[in-house]
């Protein structure tokens, strides 16, 4: 099953239906004894978790019930969505393993295309670091600044990950937008 750029599977699986969201929220109300939420509040649930598949979060439900005390936040059911589907995240220090691995001294571009074929994450840290540098750097500090930049850069792509596909599409035509007027000055007034 292929991902899409949210990082939810595509292909084969459909957005959430109003009746599978009151299905999953009688679970939980069922579970942490709460009373029902009015229809203001579940449109709201809706509309931030409509672009997930139901049997996703339907298990991402099942984990929370058996791992929390508490009743979730759509931030912990969509977070616990997105590890179901990605499964385990590399660690910063695997991440560079896996780079040595791949690259070394005398790497040719297939090396570097393997790379990034096999793992599209570390290639891109690299491809942005530059993979001669960090060969020839100090390992003694050029590792743990990997690992520090891989663990940034994972954080900032599964926050994104995180957030709605129409959401985060608003939000590029807003920020383009905002470009658009500070490059024709129509905003330097403002700042």
């Known amino acids: 099953m292929t991902q899409c750029r949210s990082g939810y599977p595509k292909g084969g699986l459909k ?3 109003d ?3 009151l299905t999953v929220l009688a679970i939980l109300d069922t579970n942490y004894r709460v009373k029902t939420m009015p229809k203001e509040q579940i449109a709201i649930w809706y509309e931030l978790l409509k672009d997930i598949d139901y049997s996703i ?3 991402a439900v099942q984990k929370i019930m058996l ?7 759509i931030a912990e059911i969509r977070s616990n969505c997105l590890e179901l589907v990605q499964g385990h995240k590399k660690s910063g220090m695997e991440a560079w393993g896996i780079f040595r691995q791949y690259v070394n001294l ?3 571009s297939d090396d570097y295309q393997r790379l990034k074929k096999d793992h599209p994450d570390v290639y891109d840290l690299v491809k942005s670091v530059g993979g001669r540098e960090l060969l020839m750097g100090n390992a003694s500090f050029v590792r743990p600044e990997f ?3 891989y663990n940034e850069h994972r954080e900032v792509l599964i926050n994104r990950q995180l957030l709605p596909t129409e959401f985060r599409r608003d939000i590029d035509k807003l920020r383009s937008t905002v470009y658009a007027q500070l490059e024709a000055g129509e905003m330097a007034e403002a700042y």
């Open 106 to 108: 005398y790497s040719t």
């Open 67 to 73: 791992t929390s005390k508490f009743y979730p936040t």
């Open 57 to 59: 979060i339907n298990k």
């Open 19 to 21: 009746n599978e969201l």
């Open 147 to 149: 690992e520090r930049m």
């Open 15 to 17: 957005e959430l239906k």
